[in-house]
């Protein structure tokens, strides 16, 4: 079936260092999703892609959904503690389903 | 505004003992709406997911059932519990596209189970 792969499972970095995830999908995707979850919180919805290529930017976040619409990337500038966090994608397939992936566990030293 | 609650947030269930857990949507109609479960550090499992009243979707055979008696209620049960089904319980609403695409999804707070 559809799989939606991310890494690193984990990162730790010092305040103020960049931290980017890797979201890859088996299939192709119509859209791509990205979330955060904060420790002991639920999902909160950041962005969506759709179209190849695609970048869109938050602040310090930017994110890519790949030419062939099959992986998608996450990069944040300049770590601050309020980034903690899981980030997840999710990923719209063949299957008209939200498939998310493994999740990139991020913790911010000050 | 759109508001999810879920309830309880927390609950102590001992193995064999029924569960039931409600997720109810506010401020939308005709939501698509979900059950996820999360094990501890991990990513989200799709349980079940519904259209509309009555429709339910399975997507991990187990003992859990869904229903949805009415729009903007969707409840998760189980006849007895297994010690594999704790984790965190989380409801999800959508908007209703064109067969449900290209929105995004809006959870709840979340129902953290522990089966002893």
């Known amino acids: 079936g559809q799989q939606v792969m991310q890494i690193p499972q984990y990162q730790h970095v010092q305040e103020g260092e960049d931290f980017t995830t890797y979201c890859n999908s088996s299939?192709?995707?119509?859209?791509i999703q990205w979330y955060k979850q904060r420790p002991g919180g639920h999902p909160v919805f950041l962005i969506q892609l759709v179209k190849s290529g695609e970048v869109k930017k938050q602040k310090r976040l930017t994110f890519q959904f790949g030419e062939a619409k099959k992986n998608s990337s996450l990069h944040i500038t300049a770590t601050q503690t309020t980034d903690v966090g899981t980030y997840f994608c999710a990923g719209l397939g063949s299957t008209d389903k939200l498939i998310f992936g493994t999740g990139t566990r991020l913790q911010v030293f000050p | 505004s759109q508001t999810i609650h879920q309830w309880p947030a927390t609950l102590v269930q001992p193995v064999g003992s029924p569960l039931s857990l409600e997720c109810t949507v506010e401020?939308?109609?005709?939501?698509?709406l979900y059950w996820y479960r999360q094990a501890a550090g991990r990513g989200l499992q799709l349980l079940f997911y519904s259209v509309g009243i009555g429709q339910i979707s399975s997507e991990v055979p187990q003992n859990l059932s869904a229903s949805r008696p009415q729009d903007r209620q969707f409840i998760l049960s189980s006849k007895k519990l297994l010690l594999s089904d704790s984790g965190f319980y989380l409801c999800?609403?959508?908007?209703?596209?064109?067969?449900?695409?290209?929105?995004?999804?809006?959870f709840g707070p979340g129902t953290r189970l522990t089966v002893t």
């Open positions: 299939t192709t995707l119509s859209n």
């Open positions: 999800a609403w959508s908007a209703r596209g064109w067969r449900g695409r290209n929105h995004e999804q809006y």
């Open positions: 401020g939308t109609s005709n939501p698509n």
